[in-house]
């Protein structure tokens, strides 16, 4: 089943030729009321009723709360999104004193099947659209005032680079009528070399993160399957060459996980590549996710890690773990709802006892 068209979908032109009859004032009241307000367009209340009625008809938002967990200090909210075909989705809002930032997702799960990932666990089912990113992000900027919703990232469910041309265009629309700059964005990937330097070569400003997680191609074979394609060796060559076109430097993101990346012969070889790629490091302590028999790298471990790398001149960072105590992992709010969900469809199914 194709989802159906939300508004955020439409460029000006496309909204145009919908309602080739309304004066172009209409139109900017409309594109404004979208972008700049968050509104759909039965808030519009700037327009008449029957104008309201008619793009009502004509387009549907695609996002529709399906569940939310927030942490106890209530700065990290995730929030599964149930779209018109039925699929479902995550975003997470994540509060700092004057202002926010929203992770989004680019697919419904992901293809990459990465192990130690709930998204993918669950693999792949379709891309999303252009409305379904923007409306995430729309969504989040309403949801975080009066915070500005600063930054955005591209690191929820999906693998950004597989839906290459959406994203490069929702980055578009962000910019130019979300107005959050393109520094203020980065896109996360798993390593797609060709995109990689497709993306080098957009002269755009938008910040690259690459999900490493293993120095060696042994090593990040298994944990990242995608790398027999695109072994480490060609990853790297991508990402300096995104740097020169660009003058960003790359991240390359480290899921810490216990005695599998962070050992100290793990640091070494990291250390290696990350001062071939000039790159920053991202240390990230491994939420739990069912289906993965291991478990994150404890904090003093993290700290030694880290501590290696800057010793030897690699700038590396621990991100601050936030959502432990909600399903903040990617794909795992989706992936217990669901279960949850089969638990109840059995219970309800199940033979009643004799009475």
């Known amino acids: 089943m194709t989802a159906a068209r939300s ?20 139109i900017d009241q409309i594109w404004t009321g979208l972008h700049q ?15 309201r009625a008619r793009l009502a008809e004509l387009t549907e938002p695609s996002l529709r709360p399906a569940a939310a967990q927030e942490t ?21 809002l994540m509060h700092y004193p004057n202002r926010s930032t929203v992770c989004v997702s680019s697919q419904v799960g992901c293809a990459m099947a990465c192990g130690f990932c709930a998204t993918g666990q669950a693999g792949f089912d379709r891309h999303l659209s252009l409305g379904e990113i923007l409306e995430q992000v729309v969504a989040a900027r309403n949801e975080a005032a009066p915070r500005r919703l600063s930054n955005v990232v591209f690191m929820g469910m999906g693998e950004p680079f597989a839906n290459y041309a959406t ?18 964005i980065t896109v996360s990937t798993i390593g797609l070399v060709p995109q990689i ?6 002269g755009l400003q938008v910040g ?19 790398n027999k394609r695109h072994p480490i060796e060609a990853v790297v060559d991508a990402c300096r060459m995104f740097r020169e076109r660009t003058g960003r430097r790359v991240s390359f993101e480290w899921a810490m996980i216990d005695g599998v990346n962070d050992r100290d012969s793990d640091a070494r070889e990291l250390i290696s590549v990350a001062t071939t790629a000039r790159a920053h490091v991202n240390l990230i302590p491994l939420n739990p996710t069912p289906g993965w028999p291991t478990v994150g ?17 690699v700038n590396a960072t621990i991100r601050t773990n936030r959502g432990t105590d909600i399903d903040a992992a990617c794909g795992q709010l989706r992936a217990n709802a669901e279960r949850a969900s089969t638990k109840a469809v059995r219970v309800e199914m199940a033979p009643r006892s004799p009475s």
């Open 7 to 26: 508004p955020w979908d439409l460029d000006r032109s496309e909204l145009e030729a919908l309602l080739g009859d309304q004066p172009s004032y209409r």
């Open 208 to 226: 690259l993160a690459v999900s490493l997680h293993g120095a060696n191609n042994d090593l990040r074979t298994s944990l990242v399957p995608v």
């Open 197 to 202: 330097r497709r993306f080098a070569e957009e």
């Open 37 to 51: 307000q968050g509104l759909p367009p039965s808030e519009l209340t700037v327009l008449p009723k029957s104008l």
């Open 72 to 92: 106890a200090d209530g700065l990290t909210v995730k929030r599964l999104w149930e779209l018109t075909d039925g699929a479902r989705i995550e975003s997470v």
């Open 297 to 313: 790298s404890p904090p003093d471990r993290i700290d030694s890690f880290a501590n290696l790398l800057r010793q030897a001149g």
């Open 167 to 184: 994203v490069l265009t929702a980055i578009g629309r962000i910019t130019d009528d979300l107005g959050i700059g393109a520094r203020k």
